[in-house]
């Protein structure tokens, strides 16, 4: 398993190391598309309505909790109740768990149909995943391009390619600092899945 933790951008800008680990190829190329097509039929999508400039839009991709009971995650006032873990979604848990030495209690699902799909600039900063989370991200399906640029100065930016079977580990001040999002695409983009195990106290 090739493992990069640091990164340049077009500009030789390196991204902090501690901040970021990314592993290619964490899970085997057939076994990330067999989960993708395996949770895109089994998993109880929603698309969410978030108010934006006081209207209520529908976020631009579909999405889903799983977790331990007692890992509900509160987002704008509102309590997501965890789905209970699958077979499939423990076992990818417990190697995630043993590649970045951290236990999980929830994991939370995205999917992005096509292009149009989306997740605007954010950090995971909510005060349930603690004030320095270390998140684990596993990407299954279309590579998407993950943008990041600095909460002070939007001119720091910085991308890498989330690649099918892909692991970054999101750590340390990263969240403080930074933002991220995936961008629209007006290249033809098929089905991507990202799964993101946090700890939610
Ligand atoms: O889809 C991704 O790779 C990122 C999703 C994300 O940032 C999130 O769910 O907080
Ligand atoms: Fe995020």
Do not use: C
Not at 89 to 112: G, I, P, Q, T, W
Not at 138 to 164: C, I, M, P, W
Not at 183 to 195: F, Q
């Amino acid at each position: 398993m090739e493992q990069l933790s640091f990164f340049d951008d077009n500009e030789g800008l390196r991204f902090p190391e501690n901040l970021l680990e990314f592993t290619p190829g964490f899970i085997p190329g057939k076994e990330a598309i067999a989960l993708l097509d395996h949770l895109i039929s089994s998993t109880p999508w929603k698309q969410y309505e978030v108010e934006m400039y006081g209207k209520k839009v529908l976020t631009p991709r579909l999405t889903t909790w799983f977790g331990d009971p007692n890992s509900a995650y509160k987002l704008s006032g509102k309590s997501f109740d965890p789905h209970p873990w699958t077979n499939e979604l423990l076992d990818l848990k417990l190697r995630v768990e043993a590649f970045a030495h951290e236990h999980f209690n929830s994991v939370l699902l995205n999917y992005y149909r096509d292009g149009n799909d989306s997740v605007a600039w954010h950090a995971d900063n909510e005060k349930e995943l603690g004030p320095r989370p270390l998140i684990a991200s596993v990407s299954l399906g279309q590579a998407r391009k993950f943008d990041f640029r600095h909460k002070e100065d939007h001119k720091r930016k910085y991308s890498l390619t989330l690649t099918n079977g892909s692991l970054l580990i999101m750590k340390g001040d990263l969240q403080h600092h930074w933002e991220h999002r995936i961008a629209k695409s007006t290249a033809p983009m098929r089905e991507r899945i990202n799964l993101t195990f946090r700890i939610v106290n």
